[in-house]
């Protein structure tokens, strides 16, 4: 495994790789890996000929008051990982080699990212396009997998590549799950040891919903109060940022879940802010 910090470098490997007829599959990662981001790299791997990790930091995704210089990282762990799962190449950049000082160009998809977690972080979505684009463009791409957590960013990225006409692939992966159901998560080592035993109760509140959908409730006010209650019994630690029902693919909120309906939510514990989602189906 090859591991680059240039961006320059990891295009004329890319366009090495191309010329000689091998397609590419990259996995985009902020590192700090757990078994979430090893399934997206075990997947890419079977999907091209040549596979691309990238691990940044990526400023520009954290709002002035995030967790940016506190974000856990471990890059020599992560590369022994990458390496063992077959990546071909780890690009890691400085943040100086993606963001000139001046930089001034963005990649927007606004009214997807206005809802759900764009709420409470108006600029999240607008630094993950774009460096997203800047990493589809440095690797060539011929196909690019994100997680399910993130469900918000992989609709947003859908529309972006469908919208640029973007030569490249999206496959995305099921959330992977600790045992007790807490979706995984790089910040959830923030939780304390009371808060961790609680956050399992996120996902019982969202499996509520969903047996409450398959019973027959259709109304989104009484689906999403039933989960509240839930939170308010068992997540006493964790403050709702929201909790909402949209359309899996335009993120328009819902009244009623008789068609395609994804319930989102992000909820704060401590230094954590956890996000989870689980569709609904009639
Ligand atoms: O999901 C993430 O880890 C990040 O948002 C991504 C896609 C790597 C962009 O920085």
Redesign the pocket.
Known sequence: MQILTSPQELAALCRQWHTAGDDIALV???GYYHAGHMDLMRHARGLARRMVVSL?V?PA?FGPDEDLAAYPRDAERDATIARELGADALFMPEPGSMYAADHATWVEVPELARGLCGQSRPIHFRG?CT??LKLFMLSQADVAV?GQK?WQ?QAIIRRMVRDLNLPVRIESRPTVREEDGLALSSRNVYLSPEERAQAPHIQQGLLLARSLVEGGENRVPVIRDAVLAHWVRHLPLGRLDYLSIVHPQTLAALDTTDGPALMACAVRMGKARLIDNILLRP
């Open positions: 985009p990662t902020m940044f990526n995704q993950v460096v997203v994100f993130d960013q």
